[in-house]
């Protein structure tokens, strides 16, 4: 069994800057990838970024790419989300998840077994 835990959510303005934490439970953490999802009110759940279990492979959606960085402390069994020049748009409930697989290719909610409970974040323009 495995626990998400977010935090790091908020409100800030265009241009600012959040950073978001998952804190993990279990000790198989450092065997998967980890992901970011984010869902908007009356939107589906989309793909943020992902990365892969040694922290050395990455992907993220073009919509946030140049802006966001995904990374993972293994000692810590957490995941981490930089998260800069906050748009309007990125306004959302974002998750972390846990992946079925090692890589950091995998982008459909399909492919991650465990989910947070989520946290706020809001930009306002």
């Known amino acids: 069994q495995v626990q998400l835990v977010e935090s790091g959510g908020g409100l800030v303005q265009a241009g600012g800057s959040l950073r978001l934490s998952c804190a993990a439970s279990?000790?198989?953490?450092?065997?998967?990838?980890m992901g970011w999802f984010r869902q908007a009110p009356g939107k589906e759940r989309e793909f943020v970024a992902a990365?892969?279990?040694?922290?050395?492979?990455?992907s993220y959606a073009d919509s946030v790419k140049g802006r966001f960085t995904i990374s993972r402390d293994n000692a810590k069994n957490t995941v981490f989300l930089q998260m800069n020049s906050l748009k309007a748009e990125d306004t959302a409930v974002y998750y972390c998840?846990?992946?079925?697989?090692?890589?950091?290719?995998?982008?459909?909610?399909?492919?991650?077994?465990?989910w947070g409970q989520g946290t706020q974040v809001t930009v306002s323009s």
């Open positions: 998840a846990k992946s079925l697989y090692g890589g950091s290719s995998w982008s459909s909610v399909s492919h991650y077994d465990y």
């Open positions: 279990g000790r198989t953490f450092s065997s998967y990838a």
């Open positions: 990365i892969s279990w040694s922290g050395g492979s990455t």
